[in-house]
């Protein structure tokens, strides 16, 4: 059985959730509303306090979606309650964010700025202190939706492992290389 996927998830105050046939999950909270579709093998069951998710056989595919069902619920409760923020820290010399409602303007070093544009969904800020890397803060009720905004920013300029310019997670830890070896 899998251990993430026979856990309940507990249902926060203020947010429901209901399932159609065709196993659309909608969870509706303070913050929003979402909406996904699930295998149809998998059994999900709403009560008013929790939501199980079962599978129907021990098939090695059944027992990967398990899990991954549980936890992608999981992650809408969480979204419609709370909400998720990412920080983004830029590193290097001249590096510097702008954003304008929805549009990001990126100097990265490259001989022309980049212009991001962010989803609705995902809400977008930019923070600069002198003498402190920019941080760009994002906040999204979907999860994946947030994710998949920071590694297409990530890969803008990824983080280099020699001085660790770059794009990269607020708080992350790079794995550094040494340079060349000085000479005689």
């Known amino acids: ?17 209901s399932i159609s046939k065709d196993n659309v999950l909608v969870v509706k909270g303070a913050k929003g509303e979402l909406k996904k579709g ?3 093998d998998m059994q999900i069951e709403i009560t008013p306090t929790e939501i199980k998710v079962t599978r129907p056989s021990e098939q090695k ?3 990967a979606l398990h899990g991954l069902t549980r936890s992608l619920i999981a992650n809408m409760v969480e979204g ?18 702008t954003s304008q409602g929805q549009i990001l303007d ?7 700025n980049i212009i991001f544009e962010v ?25 994946q939706l947030l994710g998949q905004v920071c590694a297409k920013l990530r890969s803008l300029r990824k ?5 660790g310019k770059g794009v ?11 340079g060349k070896a000085a000479g005689k």
């Open 1 to 17: 059985m899998s251990l993430i996927g026979k856990k309940p998830i507990q249902l926060f105050k203020g947010v429901s959730a």
């Open 38 to 40: 699930f295998e149809r």
């Open 61 to 63: 595919r059944h027992k």
């Open 80 to 97: 419609v309650n709370e909400g998720f923020e990412k920080k983004m820290e830029l590193v290097g010399v001249g590096y510097k964010a």
């Open 106 to 112: 990126l100097a990265l070093g490259y001989s022309h």
């Open 119 to 143: 989803p609705q969904e995902v809400k977008i800020a930019t923070q600069q202190e002198k003498g402190q890397n920019p941080i760009i803060i994002l906040n999204s009720i979907d999860n």
């Open 159 to 163: 983080p280099e492992p020699y001085k």
């Open 168 to 178: 990269k997670f607020l708080g992350e830890v790079l794995r550094r290389k040494a």
